[in-house]
């Protein structure tokens, strides 16, 4: 799973590991990935790769590392994302390569890497964590909006491609996250959603009858905060 040290990506990991799995998380952060392997505290079970789902070696590397540590993959998580916040006249080429180059090129690395595995293991699963900015855009979400916008036709056109050989693809998209994304404070937030909901989510979609493929879920807090 593709950011898994911290917010969502951790909650995930906790859940599937809870479950019994086994789980490998990605990071850029060395610090945060030690921090997240000491938090979840699951011994072999859990392996930690630094990388940058925007680098696409260091997504083959990570998908190597993890199919030769658990003998296969069967479930692929993609998680990272970014958000760089403001008008588009003054957003930089590199704020704004930064967040499609995380938000949706390393999703396309990642999936290109892990499907051949997926296959051999004769089908699973890729769960991309889209958001409702996709389809909700805002003033100043330029960059943000128009990468999930993009994940949103990725997945479903991945969706299509890859059912026949037992792959599932869905789309979580969730709104109003409580994990503090883009340095955004928390504080007085509680009514949004938890990464705990959005891993409780991935659990029952891997828990669906093989019939069954929820393609799209979208996420929103129960009570949100009046404007």
């Not at 855009?137 to 969706?159: E, H, P, Q, R």
């Not at 990464?195 to 979208?218: C, F, K, M, N, Y």
Request: proline content about 3%; some cysteine; hydrophobic content about 40%.
């Amino acid at each position: 799973m593709t950011g898994g040290s911290r917010g969502i990506g951790r909650a995930i990991a906790k859940a599937l590991l809870d479950a019994g799995a086994r789980v490998a998380i990605t990071g850029r952060a060395a610090d945060a990935l030690t921090d997240a392997e000491t938090a979840l505290a699951a011994g072999d079970r859990l392996l930690t790769v630094q990388m940058d789902v925007g680098k696409d070696a260091d997504v083959t590397k990570a998908v190597a590392q993890t199919v030769e540590r658990f003998g296969g993959l069967d479930i692929l998580i993609n998680n990272a994302g970014i958000g760089v916040f403001t008008t588009i006249a003054e957003m930089t080429t590199e704020q704004w390569a930064s967040v499609i180059e995380t938000n949706l090129t390393g999703v396309f690395y990642c999936c290109r890497a892990a499907i051949p595995e997926l296959k051999r293991r004769g089908g699973g699963y890729i769960i991309n964590v889209s958001s409702l900015a996709g389809k909700n855009w805002f003033v100043n979400g330029g960059a943000y909006c128009a990468s999930k916008a993009g994940l949103n036709a990725f997945t479903d056109i991945l969706m299509q491609e890859v059912r026949y050989d037992n792959i599932k693809v869905t789309n979580v998209a969730p709104g109003s996250v409580y994990t503090g994304f883009a340095n955004n404070p928390i504080a007085g937030e509680d009514w949004k959603l938890h990464g705990e909901d959005i891993a409780q989510t991935v659990l029952d979609l891997l828990a669906q009858h093989p019939r069954s493929l929820p393609s799209v879920v979208e996420m929103r807090p129960s009570r949100p905060k009046k404007k």
